[in-house]
């Protein structure tokens, strides 16, 4: 195996990554590094569609349930800590398999980002969600516009994570986000990745898939496991609880919508979701794609893929 040679599985959510990759990681013998920022949370099993201890047959995985609920979490930690993981697989001589449909995390793992203001911003980034949660959204949306009308006329004023990540890249350099991601493209990539994509020829497939998921989520007992979390005290208004299936169920234990209407509301946000996943790993062109739809099985799934790979010098 080459150094520094990763595979990463992509593809929208309910496309079967999780069964193809540790297939993968049988036939290589490689581990597995979890790439979606929701999986990272812990009591969060259910709705993240975390591995069962089943599912996972004695594979390595890291990077799942790492922090709990509560606590605020980053594209920039995750390259810290998943980095870790990937050196250490690395290290012993084994394969890592990044595997997740989160395309920021798993670009910015791949290209060894270097987010800007990382351990010197958590102060002002606690500042700026306090700001948020005091005077809304536009306020700070007004902030980003001051210092980088650019930016601010490209992020919708509630997308909230983007407002402040783009704030804190210019308190940390004085340099708008815009400069800062160009100058991090000309950086030499961190990882040699071969990357295999799963996608659906038929989307309407895909979103049955979708759909007969989280009926299974609701039916495992989704609701109870975000009540259970609720009740430990973690707020609303956390990162976590804004994770598709759970800030609708938020809403139905805030009594603004019925249970019937919650999962609903979290089918429609997943096949949202899962458009926009597949219009962000489209944008790799090195990227192997596969249709589910065509393939009869995992096995062929696994075939095909291990036939891309076979010519990638793994």
Known sequence: ???????????????????LSIALAKHFGGEIVSCDSMQIYREMDIGTAKPTAEEMQEIPHHMISVVDPDESYSAARYVEEAGKAVDDILSRGKLPIIVGGTGLYVDSLING?????????????????????????????????????????????????????????????????????EATKTAPKRYNAVYIGLMYEDREKLYDRINLRVDMMMESGLADEVKKILESGVSPKATSMQAIGYKELVAYFEGKCTLEDAAEQIKQASRRYAKRQMTWFKRNKSTNWIAVDKAENISDLLQASINFISFQDI
């Open 113 to 181: 980002t270097e987010f800007a203001g990382h351990e010197e911003g958590e102060a002002y980034r606690k500042e700026l969600f306090e700001l948020y949660e005091k005077n809304g959204a536009a306020y700070i949306h007004k902030m980003l516009r001051s210092v980088d009308p650019e930016r601010a006329d490209q992020i919708h004023e509630n997308n909230v994570k983007r407002v402040i990540r783009a704030l804190e890249v210019y308190h940390a350099t004085g340099k708008t986000i815009t400069e800062h991601d």
């Open 1 to 19: 195996m080459i150094d520094n040679k990763v595979i990463c599985i992509v593809g929208p959510t309910a496309s079967g990554k999780t069964a």
